[in-house]
């Protein structure tokens, strides 16, 4: 084994003064998205001499980099998104987190960073849970989980960097929506585009959403809750949401996604969903649909309901679609059945209230 691979301990250093158990619940009470965060966080780093080094778990504090540090100025940063769920008997279950960690080092590989060992990115993970399992809430929110890796060298040659660093903070996260269960709406932009072939579309760099920003902004301006994004060479086919895949239900029962062709997130929540669609006979085509389509589907009343999906919003109704020439509504402008159905199945299996036929929870121990 060489020191790239080493997989090193992780070390304890627990935060001397956590926040006192009466605020910790004050602060859990109205969750919404990302604002509350809890005690501890995990670093690693990583040197191209030493490999993974110096792991551990401490106080969540500010980082300290320098300001040449290449992220600051090459955005050499990737990250991933899970959550950890406290069940109605107690225990602790991650979902699908060894999807996260191969998804990572996709992410890693496609920024020319180091890969985190998936067995070190996950004992971190746990680690980080087990610390701060306090702050699990139950029911319907979840302590959701940021694990994220950028690029420290002091140097400003553009070059992948020799240092980095492994980090994971976690988030006690309600709703990622204000209006909770409610049909989200949507801005399509048509100027603006993600990621174009041959990018880095497919990987979860910062980048890709710091270039997402002006577009979601134009969401915001149109009173939409999200951006879609359309394909960057036609402007003309149905790509993605700024955080989440989408997906198209027809009136004849059968389901369209947008295909992986590497201008996408490879979303594990799309992944689980295709899983679950099918298993129940849906037929699900990962085939390129268009804005064209999605207008003249949603008004001959072909299309029936849409839903984008992530990590963070789980399962959403898309009700109201925005764009620069008008509006349409899908179905009723409600969430419709199928998608409040398959978004019960999947919570339920993240929570472990059902049956986990295919092993997708992943228990934390005590
Ligand atoms: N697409 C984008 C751009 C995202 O940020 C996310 C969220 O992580 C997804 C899709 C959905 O991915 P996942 O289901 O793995 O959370
Ligand atoms: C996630 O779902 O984990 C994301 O990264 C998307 C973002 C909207 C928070």
């Not at 300001?67 to 998104?81: D, R, S, T």
């Not at 689980?272 to 006979?281: D, N, V, Y």
């Not at 804005?291 to 963070?312: H, N, P, Y």
Request: glycine share 10%; proline share 5%; hydrophobic share 40%.
């Amino acid at each position: 084994m060489n020191a790239h691979s080493k997989i090193p301990d992780i070390a304890l250093d627990l935060n001397p003064a956590p926040v006192p158990e009466a605020d910790r619940n004050r602060l859990m009470e109205s969750l919404g998205f990302g604002k509350v965060f809890t005690d501890h966080m995990v670093t690693i780093r990583w040197t191209r001499d030493g490999g993974w080094q110096d792991a551990k778990v401490t106080a969540r504090k500010p980082l300290s980099i320098d300001p040449a540090a290449a992220v600051l100025h090459y955005a050499q940063e990737i990250f991933e998104g899970m959550k950890a769920y406290r069940n109605d008997d107690g225990r602790v279950l991650l979902f699908r987190p060894e999807e996260n960690a191969r998804r990572f080092n996709e992410s890693a590989r496609r920024m020319a960073m180091p890969e985190v060992p998936e067995e070190l990115f996950i004992k971190a993970v746990e680690e980080l849970v087990r610390v701060d399992r306090a702050w699990i809430p139950s029911g319907d929110a979840s302590l959701y989980l940021r694990p994220f890796m950028f690029a420290t060298e002091a140097f400003l040659g553009v070059r992948p960097s020799d240092e980095y660093v492994f980090c994971i903070i976690a988030s006690p996260v309600g709703a990622y929506f204000k209006g909770g269960a409610k049909a989200v709406s949507v801005w399509v932009e048509t100027h603006y585009t993600r990621a174009a072939n041959g990018g880095t579309g497919a990987a979860k760099c910062g980048g890709n959403y710091a270039g997402s920003l002006v577009a979601q902004a134009e969401a915001y301006k149109h009173s939409c809750d999200q951006v879609v994004f359309l394909d960057a060479s036609e402007h003309r086919w149905i790509e993605e949401l700024g955080g989440m895949n989408v997906f198209f239900v027809m009136k004849d029962g059968s389901m369209v996604t947008p295909p992986l062709k590497g201008t996408i997130l490879p979303g594990i929540t799309r992944k689980s969903i295709l899983t679950l669609a099918r298993e129940r006979g849906i037929t699900v085509d990962e085939r390129p649909y268009s804005f064209e389509e999605w207008q003249s589907d949603a008004k001959s009343g072909r299309l029936v309901e849409a839903f984008a999906c992530g990590t963070a919003a789980v399962l959403a109704g898309i009700g109201t679609v925005r764009h620069a020439d008008g509006e349409f509504l899908i179905g009723d402008g409600q969430t419709g059945a199928l998608t409040t159905s398959l978004r019960e199945e999947l919570v339920n299996i993240q929570k472990g209230m059902s049956n986990d036929s295919h092993g997708w929870s992943h228990p934390v121990g005590a």
